[in-house]
T-cell receptor, first 111, second 114 residues
Framework: EPEVTQTPSHQVTQMGQEVILRCVPI?????FYWYRQILGQKVEFLVS????????KSEIFDDQFSVERPDGSNFTLKIRSTKLEDSAMYFC?????????FGSGTRLTVV | DQQVKQNSPSLSVQEGRISILNCDYT??????FLWYKKYPAEGPTFLIS?????DKNEDGRFTVFLNKSAKHLSLHIVPSQPGDSAVYFC?????????????FGGGTRLMVKP
């Protein structure tokens, strides 16, 4: 069964450092997403991406965040200058339209 | 702004019995609803969905009921199995959102005891 792959599974970074989280969506999917879940809290929408541009973003997705689909297969989330409160599980997802498939997540720990 | 709420953080059920997980929403623009299951260290896995034009959708042991007037949906699992033990999230979206952003509830941890 096709799956969404995320790397790394766990990333530890120092506050203020840039971090890039990587995702390989399912190849024939058209929509790509990033969500995050802070420990003990809800899964929260960050951004959706369609046709090589952001289609929607939440208020969490401020200027410190950016997304890219650099080569037609990878989909990345960059956090420019990490803060302690960015520590969370970050989930990538893709969909043909409805029916998201989520990756297993990257646990980001900012120290 | 909790547009989707799951008021029960946990639920414990005996194997073979019915599990009923509840979800309430406030945004009347939502017209498509989904249930996801999540195991530790994994991403959410899609279980079942329902469009607002229906009031029931069934898939094997899983049935989702939607009461639009009450802005309430529920997931029934029958019979419950120990492997169903996980966190269950309901989510909602609007049909005309091309990005199909999902708004999630806070989750309910289901424990099915053998």
């Amino acid at each position: 069964e096709p799956e969404v792959t995320q790397t790394p599974s766990h990333q530890v970074t120092q506050m203020g450092q840039e971090v890039i989280l990587r995702c390989v969506p399912i190849s024939n999917h058209l929509y790509f997403y990033w969500y995050r879940q802070i420990l003990g809290q809800k899964v929260e929408f960050l951004v959706s991406f369609y046709n090589n541009e952001i289609s929607e973003k939440s208020e969490i997705f401020d200027d410190q965040f950016s997304v890219e689909r650099p080569d037609g297969s990878n989909f990345t989330l960059k956090i420019r200058s990490t803060k302690l409160e960015d520590s969370a599980m970050y989930f990538c997802a893709s969909s043909p339209h409805y029916g998201y498939t989520f990756g297993s997540g990257t646990r980001l720990t900012v120290v | 702004d909790q547009q989707v709420k799951q008021n029960s953080p946990s639920l414990s059920v005996q194997e073979g019995r019915i599990s009923i997980l509840n979800c309430d929403y406030t945004n009347s623009m939502f017209d498509y609803f989904l249930w996801y299951k999540k195991y530790p260290a994994e991403g959410p896995t899609f279980l079942i969905s329902i469009s607002s034009i229906k009031d029931k959708n069934e898939d094997g042991r899983f049935t989702v009921f939607l009461n639009k007037s009450a802005k309430h949906l529920s997931l029934h699992i029958v019979p419950s199995q120990p492997g169903d033990s996980a966190v269950y999230f309901c989510a909602a979206t609007t049909n005309n959102n091309a990005g199909n952003m999902l708004t999630f509830g806070g989750g309910t941890r289901l424990m099915v005891k053998p």
